[in-house]
């Protein structure tokens, strides 16, 4: 079995940072793509953004492009979302996710894993 556990999040102003992280256990870590999805109060969950297995290639949501960087450890199991410029409507509950497939998707369907997610709240 593959477990994630994500931390990170947290109460931050309009325009502050965060860094999430998503801790895996389980399955060899390197060889699936990651993402990170988020949902809001009630909203659908979203994609926010996604890197392949070796961390060569990434892909992001429109929403977040220029403010969020996704990146990966493969020494440590670990995926990370450096979150600036956060504006309250990044207020969301953000997940992380596991595929078995080597390249990022957008889609939900495609990741088998999934993290408990942790809050994101941003104030005005």
């Known amino acids: 079995q593959v477990q994630l556990v994500e931390s990170g999040g947290g109460l931050v102003q309009t325009g502050g940072s965060l860094r999430l992280s998503c801790a895996t256990s389980?399955?060899?870590?390197?060889?699936?793509?990651m993402a990170w999805f988020r949902q809001a109060p009630g909203k659908e969950r979203e994609f926010v953004a996604a890197?392949?297995?070796?961390?060569?290639?990434?892909y992001y949501a429109d929403s977040v492009k220029g403010r969020f960087t996704i990146s990966r450890d493969n020494n440590k199991n670990t995926v990370y979302l450096q979150m600036n410029s956060l504006k309250p409507e990044d207020t969301a509950v953000y997940s992380c996710?596991?595929?078995?497939?080597?390249?990022?998707?957008?889609?939900?369907?495609?990741?088998?894993?999934w993290g408990q997610g942790t809050q994101v709240t941003v104030s005005s």
């Open positions: 996710a596991r595929s078995r497939d080597i390249v990022w998707s957008r889609y939900q369907y495609n990741y088998d894993y």
């Open positions: 389980g399955r060899t870590f390197s060889g699936g793509a």
């Open positions: 890197i392949n297995w070796s961390g060569g290639s990434t």
